[in-house]
């Protein structure tokens, strides 16, 4: 599986980002995917997940509310809708492939594959 993540850029607090995350390589449809992200000195977190057929979505709780995570099988790509972005929020966000495609996972631990990272800066 290879992952290309794209989307990210600078964007004003209260602003809106949307993410996206090509995948090509095994049946996209069969494993769920994450997004994670990791600021400058402080490790990586979850911030949310989605199953293989997108019927479980999970979410960190400092993004419950605010982002969105969907998925598009036909077209094998993943999204990440930000919304009221905070300057907390600024980090390079990842997206990655879990091993298993029932179930959201939240540690880095259960992704296989991940992509290269894109920028998020939120300005205050």
């Known amino acids: 599986v290879q992952l290309q993540a794209s989307g990210g850029g600078l964007v004003q607090a209260g602003g809106s980002v949307r993410l996206s995350c090509a995948a090509s390589?095994?049946?996209?449809?069969?494993?769920?995917m994450g997004w994670f992200r990791q600021a400058p000195g402080k490790e990586r977190e979850f911030v949310g997940g989605?199953?293989?057929?997108?019927?479980?979505?999970s979410y960190a709780d400092s993004v419950k509310g605010r982002f969105t995570i969907s998925r598009d099988n036909a077209k094998n790509t993943v999204y990440l809708h930000m919304n009221s972005l905070k300057p907390e929020d600024t980090a390079v966000y990842y997206c990655?492939?879990?091993?298993?495609?029932?179930?959201?996972?939240?540690?880095?631990?259960?992704?296989?594959?991940w992509g290269q990272g894109t920028q998020v800066t939120v300005s205050s």
């Open positions: 390589g095994r049946s996209f449809s069969t494993y769920g």
């Open positions: 990655a492939s879990q091993y298993g495609g029932s179930r959201v996972g939240k540690g880095t631990y259960e992704y296989e594959y």
């Open positions: 989605i199953s293989g057929r997108g019927a479980i979505t």
